[in-house]
């Protein structure tokens, strides 16, 4: 895999080590003395090594909004990585190299620790998510490639943030969430025993409707009625918009997989009980508990 370089990497590849352990002292408790909330003020780099005794490995998801690194030293906060505290602590870790450092080196021999850290404290199914922008979006997700490897991304999510009606240049207008995981293999199934529970709930909804409705256009009045009124609330399930003798139902979809592999299963005829011939390619999603259709179940 490739490799993200930069000045002083080989002076920060391991500072994460050298960082002292220190005792997080309580100065309030606004009256949760026994919850386990808390608020650290301090470096963030030693706040997060005295975090390692208490919750090293036990960690199921964490956020940060790392210093975006525009080069702006007019807000609240210097962010062209120049302040006084970090040009201290890169000439005492860096060394002398430090002066002739940019500031996406310096920013990269800042944050290089920090994850490696943030890695120590995720549990082994937890997941990192990092908001950031153009500027350092490439180093990041580098570094990330590098610490998680790259078979653990799970994706980015772009978000607008503004709106740009300059004509004369490319439009800015939007910032990056990176997902990681700590082993992607470990993360829990994509569905959820409260979705089996929805999809339960409309498999006997059908049911109900066929011992009262015989006429199926009056069926499908009547569910048509209810769908709209509860689609908000029997999501992943909102486009079981059609209902017949069999049940509810999705309507005419294409289960054609496009190309993607591990998308070959047998699906089970509900009468038969024989596999049904696969798509040339493999089904569209992956299997899971909801695939494990049966004759009572939604088409």
């Not at 490639?145 to 980015?156: P, Q, V």
């Amino acid at each position: 895999m490739p490799e993200l370089r930069w000045l002083g990497k080989d002076k920060v590849v391991n500072h994460h080590l050298d960082v002292p352990f220190r005792v997080l002292e309580p100065q309030y408790t606004f009256g949760l003395a026994n919850h386990e909330n808390r608020i650290i003020h301090g470096d963030n780099l030693e706040a997060l090594k005295a975090l390692l005794p208490y919750y090293e490995g036990r960690i199921k998801c964490i956020y940060i909004d790392p210093p975006y690194n525009t080069g702006n030293e007019n807000w609240v906060y210097n962010d062209n990585v120049n302040d006084p505290k970090i040009k201290r602590w890169l000439g005492k870790v860096v060394g002398k190299e430090s002066e002739d450092l940019s500031r996406h080196d310096k920013w990269l021999c800042m944050m290089y620790p920090r994850l490696q850290l943030l890695k120590q404290l995720l549990a082994d199914d937890g997941v990192l998510i990092a908001s950031i922008d153009e500027n350092e979006y490439s180093s990041l997700k580098s570094t990330l490639d590098e610490l998680f490897a790259r078979s653990n991304a799970i994706g980015t999510i772009i978000w607008k943030n503004a709106t740009d009606n300059n004509p004369t240049n490319i439009a800015v207008e939007h910032e990056y969430i990176i997902v990681y995981a700590k082993d992607k293999k470990r993360l829990p199934a994509v569905w959820k025993s409260e979705d089996i529970e929805i999809k339960g709930k409309l498999i006997e909804l059908g049911n109900q409707l066929n011992r009262i409705f015989d006429d199926e256009a009056d069926l499908q009045r009547e569910y048509t009625r209810w769908h709209k009124d509860n689609k908000p609330f029997i999501w992943p399930f909102q486009d079981y918009k059609f209902i017949d003798k069999g049940g509810i139902f999705t309507g005419s979809r294409s289960v054609h997989n496009p190309g993607k592999e591990d998308y070959r299963y047998d699906v089970y005829h509900p009468i038969t009980g024989k596999p049904c011939q696969q798509p040339m390619m493999g089904y569209r999603f992956l299997l899971s508990p909801l695939n494990n259709w049966t004759k009572d179940s939604t088409s």
